[in-house]
T-cell receptor
Framework: DVKVTQSSRYLVKRTGEKVFLECVQDMDHENMFWYRQDPGLGLRLIYFSYDVKMKEKGDIPEGYSVSREKKERFSLILESASTNQTSMYLC????????????FGSGTQLSVL | GQQLNQSPQSMFIQEGEDVSMNCTSSSIFNTWLWYKQDPGEGPVLLIALYKAGELTSNGRLTAQFGITRKDSFLNISASIPSDVGIYFCAGQRTSGSRLTFGEGTQLTVNP
């Protein structure tokens, strides 16, 4: 069974902390994505990667960075967490050239206090 | 990035009723998609539409790619409690490009 696994289901952090959200996929997919989900705003793309060590900014990259050292792992980093980054974070992957068929993880609900 | 306008934002229906939701954009998309997010899970692809005017079914779900390529519709017939969740439309401008998602429609089905 194919899977995208996000390391934490719930996370509570303090303002100013450095936060790492981890995502691993076991489908050998080339493409990986980080979205945030907020009520009434849908899914907004933060960063994506089409290959190892490659990254591209999405629509809302400010305050975030990413790392892709291995094909199966894509990490989202909040350098200095702020309260407006409280949100549900969703990781997704897809086969190269088939970005319409995204496979999502179950999400990490991050609360920044 | 551009958002798609999805409506309604929420729906409360009785089991057995039919459901309709839609998604519109001010610009053209070459692919339209519908995803469903069950409570506590990530979204899952329901239907992909690749051609203007295309009508595609997946069980009780039917989706249509608008002929202007600026909208799409999803219908659910004879709703059941497990239809509960958030339904997202998404558009893709060109093959291989990233997706733009709508705001989502929260569906509640009362038994």
């Amino acid at each position: 069974d194919v899977k995208v696994t996000q390391s934490s289901r719930y996370l509570v952090k303090r303002t100013g902390e450095k936060v790492f959200l981890e995502c691993v996929q076991d489908m050998d997919h080339e493409n990986m994505f980080w979205y945030r989900q907020d009520p009434g705003l849908g899914l907004r793309l933060i960063y994506f990667s089409y290959d190892v060590k490659m990254k591209e900014k999405g629509d809302i990259p400010e305050g975030y960075s990413v790392s892709r050292e291995k094909k199966e792992r894509f990490s989202l980093i909040l350098e200095s967490a702020s309260t407006n980054q409280t949100s549900m974070y969703l990781c997704a992957s897809s086969i190269q050239g088939l970005n319409e068929k995204l496979f999502f993880g179950s999400g990490t609900q991050l609360s920044v206090l | 990035g551009q958002q798609l306008n999805q409506s309604p934002q929420s729906m409360f229906i009785q089991e057995g009723e039919d459901v309709s939701m839609n998604c519109t954009s001010s610009s053209i998309f070459n692919t339209w998609l519908w995803y469903k997010q069950d409570p506590g899970e990530g979204p899952v692809l329901l239907i992909a539409l690749y051609k203007a005017g295309e009508l595609t079914s997946n069980g009780r779900l039917t989706a249509q790619f608008g002929i202007t390529r600026k909208d799409s519709f999803l219908n659910i017939s004879a709703s059941i409690p497990s239809d509960v969740g958030i339904y997202f439309c998404a558009g893709q401008r060109t093959s291989g490009s990233r997706l733009t998602f709508g705001e989502g429609t929260q569906l509640t089905v009362n038994p």
